[in-house]
């Protein structure tokens, strides 16, 4: 009973996820679709291989072996039509351990635990997740797991919760690769920890990135033993780090329920936020509070803001973006009020009446700006589905329809091209190929000399990294065989 109002809170949370996917199902992206079918193919044939028959190797293993593992527990259920289970599930207890970890600070407080649920509920990004079967869902969990578990760790100082915590992070690591923050946090916060000797510190240091490395070092070696490569084709970045800043602090004020006016300052926010949780970090150290759950949450706050930045300027990918950034909510959040409670302990009187009063509007303020761009998007979610390949633009498309109707139409021994090989799968169940990426001269050489092939060519799809079909008809001459307003098929050859 004492942790009512979290629960209360979690079943809000499962509510949303329902209310978010009750016309249309889950959110579907091409990465969902390859995590749904290698956890398909792991339940029936206990293997990693996704639905385009490769290995899986550029996403870690584990939220496809989870999901498989959800298949099992729901009696075969694809993870598709399981996800809005899943992701509620997963929702509630994301809700449930953000307000359960402010009851443990040295000052904790409802109405601050309240507000912080609310925040948690309220999120646009956290809705947008857990409205998507996306492995975020899960790695957002297994991050407060973390918190809770290394709390545990600190308290005790035993191999048996080192073993344990380090196990959390080797989990989250092949959950997704940003786990390796994780890592990075845990390994930070034994070194601050002043109250443990040397030698044992050394020890504890040297296991926990042996066991919490172990699982994702076999991942990768599995990996390359299968395609020759360890995480997949990967591209250098063509962003800056003062791109990247920007990118995220356009997140930020996003989240913050701020205009887009306010876009100019957000590489400045970007640096202030890092070096508040960097003061925030330093003062803890230096007051000897490194043992709470508060620095835990500051010090894996700083290491994702650095790492994602940093990363973003080493390696392509998609441009920072809500997803990507979604793991710092939480973490952010709470570290950027925190001291509120303790600050309203030392007042007293009148002062402590103004100063609470004034917290409170704003973060009520902060809460009614996220609660009309929720309602905002739950109007269009109930009208057309969640963006995707579950929406009403893909569901009710005539060439979808038409591929879902024509799938025995193509020639066995023929190849099939598509520049979304995933959506033919997924509508058709149709194997294709993804065209070449131009950043491959070799690939695309061998797609060249190809002699016949089909090519399945989505009209309202752009995507400037693959060949187009523009590309491909100054190489080969394609006869048109159908053709709508949103996608054709087209031969080459025969």
């Known amino acids: 009973m004492r942790y009512l109002d979290c629960l209360l809170a979690a079943l809000i949370g499962f509510y949303v996820v329902y209310m978010f996917t009750r016309y249309s199902g889950i959110g579907i992206s091409p990465d969902s679709i390859m995590y749904a079918s290698t956890a398909q193919n792991l339940h029936d044939h206990f293997s990693i291989i996704t639905f385009n028959n490769t290995p899986l190797v550029f996403f870690p293993v584990f939220y496809p072996f989870f999901l498989s593992i959800c298949i099992f527990l729901s009696g075969g259920t694809d993870p598709v039509t399981a996800a809005p289970v899943i992701n509620g599930l997963l929702f509630a207890t994301t809700i449930f351990l953000?307000?359960?970890?402010?009851?443990?600070?040295?000052?904790?407080?409802?109405?601050?635990?309240?507000?912080?649920?609310?925040?948690?509920?309220?999120?646009?990004?956290?809705?947008?997740?857990?409205?998507?079967?996306?492995?975020?869902?899960?790695?957002?969990?297994?991050?407060?797991?973390?918190?809770?578990?290394?709390?545990?760790?600190?308290?005790?100082?035993?191999?048996?919760?080192?073993?344990?915590?380090?196990?959390?992070?080797?989990?989250?690591?092949?959950?997704?690769?940003?786990?390796?923050?994780?890592?990075?946090?845990?390994?930070?916060?034994?070194?601050?920890?002043?109250?443990?000797?040397?030698?044992?510190k050394i020890n504890h240091l040297l296991t926990f990135g042996f066991i919490g490395l172990s699982l994702v070092v076999g991942n990768m070696i599995m990996n390359a033993h299968n395609t020759g490569l360890s995480t997949g084709t990967r591209e250098p970045s063509i962003t800056s780090l003062s791109e990247n800043m920007h990118y995220f602090g356009t997140v930020i004020i996003d989240w913050m329920g701020l205009p887009p006016s306010c876009y100019p300052i957000a590489t400045a926010l970007t640096a202030t936020i890092a070096l508040i949780l960097i003061g925030m970090l330093a003062y803890r150290v230096v007051k000897k509070t490194v043992k709470s759950y508060e620095s835990i949450i500051i010090c894996y706050a700083l290491m994702y803001t650095l790492f994602i930045v940093i990363f973003a300027t080493i390696s392509r990918f998609e441009r920072l973006n809500s997803r990507l950034i979604s793991p710092l909510y939480v973490p952010l959040v709470i570290s950027l009020t925190w001291w509120a409670p303790d600050l309203l302990k030392r007042l007293k009187g009148s002062t402590q009446i103004l100063i609470a009063r004034v917290l409170v509007v704003i973060m009520l303020f902060f809460l009614n700006s996220i609660y009309l761009t929720d309602a905002d998007t739950y109007g269009s979610y109930k009208e057309y589905g969640i963006p995707g390949y579950t929406d009403d633009d893909w569901n009710k498309s005539d060439f979808v329809l038409f591929m879902k109707s024509h799938k025995y139409s193509f020639k066995p021994g023929i190849p099939i091209y598509s520049d979304a090989d995933e959506a033919v799968y997924i509508f058709a169940r149709i194997h294709s190929t993804l065209l070449p990426h131009k950043f491959f001269k070799k690939d695309v050489e061998a797609f060249y000399k190809q002699k016949s092939f089909y090519l399945i060519d989505f009209k309202k799809l752009e995507n400037p990294e693959i060949l187009s079909l523009k590309d491909i008809q100054e190489h080969k001459k394609l006869t048109k065989l159908y053709d709508f307003k949103d996608g054709a098929v087209y031969l080459c050859g025969e």
């Open 98 to 200: 953000s307000g359960w970890v402010t009851t443990k600070f040295k000052n904790s407080s409802p109405p601050y635990m309240w507000l912080i649920l609310a925040a948690v509920i309220l999120s646009p990004g956290l809705q947008e997740i857990y409205t998507y079967l996306w492995s975020e869902t899960l790695f957002i969990t297994e991050t407060l797991i973390f918190v809770v578990v290394f709390y545990q760790y600190q308290q005790q100082r035993t191999i048996r919760s080192l073993v344990i915590v380090s196990i959390i992070a080797a989990v989250s690591l092949i959950t997704r690769y940003a786990g390796i923050t994780i890592i990075m946090t845990g390994g930070l916060m034994i070194l601050l920890d002043g109250q443990l000797p040397v030698k044992k």
